[in-house]
């Protein structure tokens, strides 16, 4: 989110969930890593999840590779994008907190589906998630792009 700064990481209750109906969701609160006035209440809702072996698999424009060709299988890595799952329909709120109090964001889905798996997230070789998003800046009709790059690991 150029507009707002790169780089931000969850702070409090930041928790990925899959559910049972094929939805899932992302809600917490994420900082700027640089600036700690720059912090939102994040809440993510993704649908119409597609696995491996589904029709029209992997969706248009999926998987999204951002390693390097050594993680991959077919290179003797250990990242296979052929297991990944997928959601199709991405959208969300940011509500501004601290020095955003005031400022909302919509987002939606921009580009390849939201993937989920080892190495999905695109920057490392961990469990992860990653997706492309539009963000619209509500109260000035403006628009831009961004992404989301998570790992995803169990909480004790």
């Not at 707002?4 to 969930?17: A, C, H, I, Q």
């Not at 029209?56 to 890595?77: D, F, I, M």
């Not at 909302?104 to 889905?109: H, N, V």
């Amino acid at each position: 989110m150029k507009a707002f700064g790169d780089d931000f990481l969850f702070v409090s209750g930041g928790e990925f969930e899959e559910l049972p109906d094929g939805t899932a969701r992302i809600a917490g609160v994420i900082e700027n890593d640089v600036d700690s006035a720059n912090r939102w209440d994040v809440e993510l809702v993704f649908s119409d999840k597609m696995m491996p072996g589904a029709a029209s698999y992997p969706p248009a424009g999926s998987p999204k590779r951002e390693l390097s060709s050594s993680s991959y299988v077919e290179n003797g890595g250990v990242v296979d994008p052929d297991s990944w799952h997928y959601y199709l329909e991405l959208e969300g709120h940011l509500t501004g907190l601290d020095g955003n109090t005031g400022l909302e964001l919509d987002l939606t889905r921009n580009g390849p589906a939201f993937q989920v798996g080892l190495g999905a997230n695109g920057k490392n070789e961990e469990y992860g998630g990653s997706g492309w998003l539009t963000i619209e800046h509500l109260g000035n009709n403006s628009t831009s792009k961004g992404d989301i790059n998570i790992e995803i690991g169990e909480c004790e």
